[in-house]
């Protein structure tokens, strides 16, 4: 039977974790800190939980790990493993836990958080395993047996700050995973390979899709002409389906009065994760901005509305700012500028489920139309028990729970519901997309807002020549774009659709003989828009070719004797697939079919 205070570690496992990988890899991160202490006497360390598939520990050291200090922790966690030391744990009072840490700073700041003013606030607890003791409050396993010396591997070091705080120490972060067998460790590694090599950041510089400056500032990435085609690929696709739905395009700047933000709340709610304002005077000035919906819902006010003009949708691929920790940034998916393809709808009440229905049908239609087909929907709810979270009346926030999950039970959709997890204004639908290697990423979101109707005393003129307020539905298709063009790089690999490639087919011509022909396919080809390169120089065609598919261009068009006799072109695929000959017109016809088909 368990004891009182291992029942209660067992609450602290993540909704969605497997218990026993949770437990394993909490444990594994013990005991590499055990081999870290006993590898570098004097170390300290500070924090060491499980993430998704990981495990790390953050160590304040004498100096960084090399390679041969990795490879002696590593073979020192399997000696420690193989011991089958047990876990124990215990409570213990303040004084015990300060006595026990006195020389670990970093665990007396812990410890100082758990406890009041007066005396204890929550329970102290400390595990140990053979010779290392840890502040911790578990769950682990009954001991290190349970672990696998053949399942865990250490995978990288890094810098980190404490508590994420650029202003204090920095320390050593080792991330190490751990499995149930070898064959679930190798099955990870080869993982783990495949998205190295499929790893936005590199394929970004090596396809010349994006890049960043130093001088410019990190997290602001430039995009360079076929990341600029692909971006642009993906803008009119999804503008063609607002007007198609009734979207009214509008633009809005990139900052605002910080009354603004003090109004829609966005100021006091996201304020560590905006960039400082720009002051005029004490207290006034102008923040750049970190939402789109204040400037829309200002658009929205700019005249009396009436009830026959509603549902209105206005729709923005708005520039946004977050001022992201510099070591939270990461390639495109986390960046401190960010263009969100933003809709707001304003509408009756009684439209709001219709409306919410048909913006989950326009996230499907982007998911479908990439190929993003294994995806889980989920209902982002907020958390009763945090009440400083979120802002509004609980009444108001019942309604809007209640009728964003009535329309999608309409939709049919399976969907789990996560407390917790709304925005600080109102419940969500949010799409959790797995890519080609199975990892999950959050893309789309429709958001239900009751609040800033209120917070901006939004109305509209009904029937009854009285002021009714509206509801406000927030969707986003894409996301962003930088988060949705890293995430769609490494599930194509690359490899885009024909349909958003950069650059859809190369004409190459054999030899300096028809580059006057290969011009001339080159002309026809960009009279029907689409995205062309010609290649005309004196390299072999097989170079070139190989060229073409190192860039992972869709068709390359090869054009000699024969197809300048015919008005032909020979055409290969990037797989290496010879298509055969046909006219330009045939050619061009192909690939608007295989575009139609993926939209």
């Known amino acids: 039977m368990k004891t009182d205070l291992a029942a209660q570690a067992e609450m602290h496992i993540p909704k969605g974790y497997d218990p026993r990988l949770f437990k394993v890899r909490h444990s594994a991160a013990h005991v590499m800190a055990q081999a870290v202490v006993e590898r570098f006497p004097g170390a300290r360390p500070t924090i060491g939980p499980p993430i998704e598939d990981r495990f790390y520990y953050d160590f304040d050291l004498p100096r960084p790990p090399k390679e041969e200090d990795l490879a002696w922790i590593e073979q020192r966690m399997k000696e420690i493993i193989k011991g089958r030391h047990a876990f124990s744990v215990r409570e213990v009072s303040p004084g015990e836990a300060r006595e026990l840490f006195k020389d670990n700073p970093y665990k007396i700041e812990l410890i100082s958080e758990l406890v009041n003013g007066s005396g204890n606030a929550q329970p102290i607890t400390v595990y140990q395993h053979d010779t290392f003791v840890d502040l911790c409050r578990g769950p682990h396993v009954p001991h290190t047996g349970y672990i696998k010396a053949n399942g865990v591997k250490l995978l990288a070091t890094a810098g980190a700050y404490w508590r994420g705080d650029a202003s204090r120490q920095q320390l050593t972060r080792i991330y190490g995973t751990a499995w149930k067998n070898r064959t679930e460790l190798e099955a990870y590694l080869t993982r783990l390979e495949e998205a190295r090599q499929r790893d936005h950041r590199s394929l970004g510089r090596r396809l010349e899709l994006f890049t960043f400056s130093d001088k410019v500032g990190p997290g602001l990435p430039l995009w360079l002409p076929k990341g600029a085609a692909l971006r642009e690929a993906l803008v009119s696709f999804l503008k063609k389906e607002q007007l198609r739905r009734n979207y009214q395009p509008v633009i809005t700047p990139h900052i605002g009065r910080l009354d603004l933000y003090r109004t829609s709340g966005h100021y006091p709610y996201y304020k560590e994760s905006q960039f400082p304002p720009m002051e005029e005077s004490e207290g006034e000035g102008y923040l750049l901005k970190p939402m789109n919906c204040p400037h829309h819902i200002q658009v929205y006010t700019h005249r009396r509305r009436s009830y026959r003009e509603l549902p209105i949708r206005l729709a923005e691929f708005g ?31 009684s439209q709001v489920k219709a409306e919410i229905k048909d913006t989950i049908d326009l996230t499907l239609k982007v998911l479908s139309s990439l190929s993003f087909e294994d995806y889980s929907v989920q209902l982002s709810l907020r958390d009763p028990e945090d009440t400083g979270k979120y802002t509004g009346r609980a009444a108001v926030w019942d309604e809007a729970e209640s009728a964003i999950r009535e329309a999608v039970q309409e939709t049919g959709l399976r969907y789990v519901e996560a407390l917790g997890e709304a925005a600080f204004y109102g419940p969500k639908v949010d799409f959790m997309v797995r890519d080609a290697l199975g990892r999950e990423w959050q893309l789309g979101t429709v958001q239900l807002d009751y609040n800033l109707p209120e917070r901006f005393d939004l109305s509209y003129i009904g029937p009854d020549d009285q002021r009714h307020r509206p509801a406000m539905i927030h969707r986003a298709p894409f996301g962003s774009l930088e988060r949705f063009v890293g995430v769609l790089i490494e599930h194509c690999g690359g490899a885009f659709p024909v349909w958003i490639a950069p650059e859809q087919a190369r004409v190459l011509s054999i030899s300096e003989r028809f580059e ?46 024969r197809e300048a006799d015919s008005g032909t072109v020979r055409v290969r695929a990037r797989s290496g697939q010879d298509v055969g000959a046909m006219s330009v017109p045939a050619f061009v016809n192909r690939i608007k079919e295989e575009s139609a088909q993926a939209r």
Not at 518 to 543: F, I, N, P, W
Request: with cysteine; net charge positive.
């Open 319 to 349: 520039q946004v700012y977050r001022y992201e920790q510099t070591g939270e940034l990461g390639g495109l998916t986390r960046v401190r500028g960010f263009t969100v393809d933003d809709a707001h709808i304003f509408c009756r009440h």
């Open 516 to 561: 006057g022909y290969a011009t001339s396919v080159y002309q026809q080809l960009l009279s029907h828009e689409m995205r062309v390169r010609l290649d005309v120089r004196s390299e072999k065609v097989g170079y070139k070719i190989r060229e073409a598919q190192s860039e992972k261009i869709p068709y390359m068009l090869v054009v000699g004797a």
